[in-house]
């Protein structure tokens, strides 16, 4: 399943959910705000930094901060 680590008040974070709820993908939503350990993960995946939306694929597949096409790219792959 698709993770998503996201924040509640980050607008590129609401626009993930909207392409994935939009496109009926299955995800699972992680606010780091409320996970430290969650925030710990993205920041090693992001050189220290707590950039959002981190989603990651089961393929092993990462994006960080998608465009809406990004996204729906990888989603179509």
């Not at 974070?13 to 496109?23: G, Y």
């Not at 993908?25 to 995946?45: G, H, K, M, T």
């Amino acid at each position: 399943m698709i993770k998503v680590y996201a924040t509640a008040w980050c607008g590129d974070c609401r626009l993930a959910k909207h392409v994935l709820d939009a496109n009926e993908v299955p995800y699972e939503y992680i606010d780091i705000d409320d996970s430290p350990e969650a925030a710990e993960l993205v920041q090693r995946i992001n050189g220290g930094l707590r950039s959002v939306p981190t989603i990651l694929f089961p393929d092993g597949r990462v994006l960080v901060e998608p465009t809406r096409a990004e996204l729906e790219e990888a989603l179509a792959a």
